[in-house]
């Protein structure tokens, strides 16, 4: 029975990757911030999935935090054969002028701190081992910008950058390094940017069919399973409506039809 971490599980993507990795009987690490919601993710895959799921409540952005609950996992519980860096967000949209520094900082220490502190604690297990799958969820904001964007953006051209070098160096040690780049996601995404305007929110989504976490979950769970010699490098997955970052066909069509 193989051992999958996933940072970000008390919502999306990050929840959902854990449904789909525990009704494939993976034993699961979950970790988020949310420690209510984390235990209810918990007991929801104990209880549905008879799965073995270790939580652990704790900030990927801060090091110490990451240091103290990875760098010393129970007995049992190190080798990890899959990590997927889940963690991130999105905060405020607004031109550079008008941005708001704590913003950038949120982003900036989520998106890439997070990653790298997650990364260099686990990685040093699977190279012991010789064996072992890095997932980065990125988005297509890694792959073009758009404008009041402009931090955001970057720190997922960031995730993109660390997946290819990560993927240079880890080699050798038979490490898969893939990427997963999603478009337009219905979750707590633009909840989160808009600072809880569900109204706002909800705008983005509307006119079209919009991806759900269970769509990304499916392409992880697909990457995770492939033989040990195929790599699934980099996926880029959008909703039939979306043509590019800011290029969404829009119409009245119900986002569950």
Known sequence: MKTALITGATSGIGEAAAERL?????????TGRREERLLKVAEYL???YRADVLPLCFDVCSLEQVRENLGGLPEGWRQVSALVNNAGLAAGLEPLDAGRPEDWQRMIDTNIKGLLYVTRTIAPLMIARREGHIINVGSIAGREVYANGNVY?????AVDALTESMRMEFSPYGIRVSQVAPGAVETEFSIVRFKGDRQRADAVYQGFRPLKAADIADVIAYMMNCPPHVNIADVLVLPAAQAAATMIHRAEVSRQS
């Not at 953006?153 to 051209?157: F, G, I, L, V």
């Open 22 to 30: 525990a009704s494939e009987h993976y034993r699961l690490i979950i």
């Open 46 to 48: 104990q209880t549905t």
């Open 153 to 157: 953006c970057a720190t997922k051209h």
